[in-house]
């Protein structure tokens, strides 16, 4: 979306919640568009406001404006209550998809399912993460096109399924990481970038200078900035990491640092 656009919608959903204190919302924004609605935080009227995306720690998320009468959800969801937040807004819905016979199931991927997805017609901004374990997925979705896309999505692939909307408490599979130790010049955000995927320090720092590295969302100016411990980390095209920190130093002056690698 142009970021120009997307500001202008911001501000209209922002002022229509504040003067006539109703709940408005985006669709799911990507880590680069979050990144600009983060960035106008000090511009927006309405106080009760977040991301949201239906489970802790999503890549795709709606900005949700909330009206007085709904600051509980608000506070639901700072206590951590992913589940309970999103059933107070009503924004976010949950499908699962399980394939109708496990024996002659495909191995299917995130891809498999947002490729099926896409050919019903389906706006990609409606469709927030998708979580599967190769089987079944968990599909969060913007609330308006949920019973739809729980009516028509009968095949993935070469796989028949079967789908039902769910309770957000429901999704029992979660993100896994992988823990990895990496040897960098440095805890410089463009020696970390480059060392965890493997690219010249010259394309990590051009990376962060055409704003394609996010750190918690914002996008990262410098690339001498250095990475704070439990960070997470987002690289436009080629992943996203949280960076636990410094273990050791070797003796020629480089760093082991940790890191989670997302898989």
Do not use: W
Request: charged share 30%; hydrophobic share 40%; proline share 2%.
């Amino acid at each position: 979306m142009d970021k120009d656009f997307l500001k202008k919608r911001i501000r209209e959903l922002d002022h229509c919640c504040y003067e006539r204190n109703v709940i408005r919302y985006t669709d799911f924004l990507d880590i680069s568009e979050q990144a600009v609605y983060l960035s106008m935080q000090r511009e927006l009227e309405t106080k009760s406001r977040l991301l949201y995306g239906g489970h802790k720690d999503p890549d795709r998320s709606a900005a949700v404006f909330l009206p007085d009468y709904m600051e509980g959800a608000l506070e639901l969801y700072d206590a951590g209550d992913m589940a309970g937040a999103g059933e107070a807004m009503g924004v976010v819905s949950l499908i699962e998809a399980r394939p109708l016979n496990d024996r002659f199931s495909d191995e299917l991927s995130h891809r498999d399912f947002l490729g099926a997805i896409m050919n019903l017609g389906i706006e990609r901004s409606k469709v927030g993460d998708i979580l599967t374990d190769g089987s079944r997925a968990f599909i969060f979705v913007i609330s308006d096109i949920a019973d739809y896309l729980a009516e028509e999505l009968r095949r993935v692939k070469h796989t028949s399924v079967s789908c039902q909307r769910v309770g957000l408490s429901c999704c029992d599979i979660e993100p896994a990481f992988s823990e990895e130790r990496i040897n960098v010049a440095s805890e410089r955000a463009d020696a970390v970038v480059a060392a965890v995927f493997r690219l010249s320090r010259d394309l990590a720092s051009r990376l962060i200078g055409n704003g394609n590295v996010f750190s918690d969302g914002m996008e990262l100016k410098k690339a001498s900035a250095e990475l704070r411990d439990g960070a997470r980390i987002s690289v436009r095209g080629y992943g996203k990491f949280i960076y636990r920190g410094m273990e050791n130093v070797t003796r020629k002056g480089r760093l082991y640092v940790l890191i989670d690698r997302y898989v």
